[in-house]
């Protein structure tokens, strides 16, 4: 037995099994586009509908905000 994983027991953290994934992409190198694209489709849906759950918008700018000053790799 257990929690039983809905969306709203996802959304407020209480899903154990839940875990944050985060996608960084250079979409301007061609090969990127179609896996970025493919992702960016399965989150679409409806309600329920895929594994994906979109944050909350202010949690959107926060994290843009930080990713926008990580600094440049070289390889």
Same mark, same amino acid.
């Given at each position: 037995m257990g929690i039983t994983p809905t969306s709203s027991i996802i959304y407020s953290g209480s899903y154990p099994g839940a875990r944050a994934l985060y996608l960084y992409?250079?979409?301007? +190198?061609?090969h990127m586009r179609p896996i970025?694209?493919? $992702?960016?489709?399965? +989150?679409?849906g409806a309600a329920g509908d895929t594994?994906? $759950?979109w944050i909350d918008p202010a949690e959107q700018r926060s994290l843009r905000q930080q990713v926008l000053t990580l600094p440049d790799l070289e390889f």
């Open positions: 992409a250079n979409t301007a +190198v061609s970025v694209l493919a $992702i960016w489709s399965s +989150v679409g594994a994906l $759950i």
